[in-house]
């Protein structure tokens, strides 16, 4: 069933109950569940009082009213997403593996992942992680791969290889790996539906790490403090969101500066742009729109390609959320420019072209259409 989900955000957001805000506008809860569901449109007479029981204005309803998730308009997971297929025979003991002659190591394919070339980490992560022994190894292998099972769409994928990193970061007995290993777990929890489990996990990671000062487990740390202020914010739930960025940038400050640590890109740079994406979960275009401008990305490690894309995408989100789609594509490009594989294989970016297309002004959108194309979305 589609669902008006910035409009039951913002009733969220003053604390309003449906039917709460059902008494002050004098009219039925099923109504306002209605509204929220798109059964119905608002009488253009209630909607300044909807309005101001909101706190918006009245062109920021209007946004919300036309801005809506339909299920049947996204893509269905990409569990047999053939980027994934020789990883899926070298995790569950298939043959034909891809023979590599000289594999990179860990780092270097932690490295590729996070340069956003998603293909070439697919292509020898099969037999990089049948061949290693040692339990840090293995662990940081298995968090490569939970982060392109996610990125790509498989979440039951992205499920296995996180609790394998787990499992091997267990016998390592390096608890910044072990959190690193968790937040993938919470990442394949929430890609596939499973927010308040995505929630319990990545809070209880936290725990161990909270008297640790070592720079990899205050990133470790800081990645889940973020990924609690993202759930928080596609809650609705905009003071919990922003307390989870306040320790984050405590977690930064005490850092020092923008690093990579435990591969998780976390520093100061990073909280600016889930900053940007709180922004956008809550549907609050204007800070979205600050955030844009003042992030930035040189500041992050050169590697970080596809980190210094994820600006773009989530302006672009913003954007489309808005009905504002010629900039909406004009963000994708510069994401696509930034690391081109960070539109095409990332399943979220895809769900936002399908939405972009479903509603295509030619003329005022030229470069959709190529776009989704290139990122397979038509052909």
């Not at 009488?43 to 909101?54: D, T």
């Not at 919300?64 to 070298?90: C, I, N, T, Y």
């Not at 008297?211 to 990924?227: M, N, Q």
Request: charged share 25%.
């Amino acid at each position: 069933m589609p669902k008006r989900v910035r409009l039951a955000c913002a009733r969220k957001v003053v604390g309003l109950s449906q039917e709460t805000l059902a008494q002050r506008l004098g009219v039925e809860r099923s109504t306002v569940v209605r509204w929220e569901t798109t059964t119905i449109e608002p009488q253009p007479w209630i909607r300044p009082r909807l309005a101001s029981a909101l706190g918006i204005t009245a062109d920021e309803l209007a946004g919300m009213l036309a801005s809506f998730v339909d299920l049947k308009d996204h893509p269905p997971e990409q569990r047999d997403h053939p980027l994934l297929d020789g990883l899926r025979r070298a995790m569950f003991g298939g043959a034909n593996q891809m023979c590599v002659q000289e594999l990179p190591s860990v780092d270097e394919v932690h490295r590729l992942y996070q340069q956003a070339e998603y293909e070439a980490t697919a292509s020898v992560l099969p037999s990089l992680i049948t061949g290693l022994d040692t339990p840090i190894e293995s662990a940081s292998a298995y968090v490569v791969a939970a982060k392109l099972a996610t990125k790509i769409g498989d979440s039951a994928l992205a499920w296995v290889a996180a609790d394998r990193a787990v499992r091997s970061a267990m016998d390592s007995e390096r608890d910044a790996l072990m959190g690193v290993a968790q937040y993938q777990v919470a990442c394949a929890l929430l890609k596939g539906g499973h927010r308040d489990a995505a929630e319990e996990c990545a809070a209880l990671a936290i725990e161990p790490l909270s008297d640790k000062e070592d720079c990899d487990a205050l990133s470790a740390r800081g990645a889940l403090v973020l990924l609690l202020a993202v759930l928080a914010a596609r809650q609705g739930d905009s003071v919990a969101a922003r307390r989870r960025l306040i320790e984050a940038q405590t977690l930064a400050n005490q850092l020092g500066g923008d690093a990579n640590h435990a591969w998780t890109a976390f520093g100061p740079t990073n909280v600016a742009i889930h900053q940007l994406s709180v922004a956008t979960a809550l549907g609050d275009t204007a800070s979205a729109h600050r955030l844009g401008e003042e992030i930035n990305t040189d500041r992050l490690p050169s590697a970080l390609l596809g980190r210094r894309s994820q600006v773009h995408l989530d302006l672009a989100r913003a954007e489309a959320d808005h009905g504002n789609d010629a900039v909406a594509v004009l963000h994708l490009l510069e994401a696509e420019r930034v690391a081109s594989q960070s539109v095409s294989r990332n399943a979220g970016t895809r769900a936002v072209l399908v939405t972009l297309l479903g509603r295509e002004r030619r003329g005022t959108t030229p470069g959709l259409r190529a776009l989704a194309r290139r990122a397979e979305v038509v052909r």
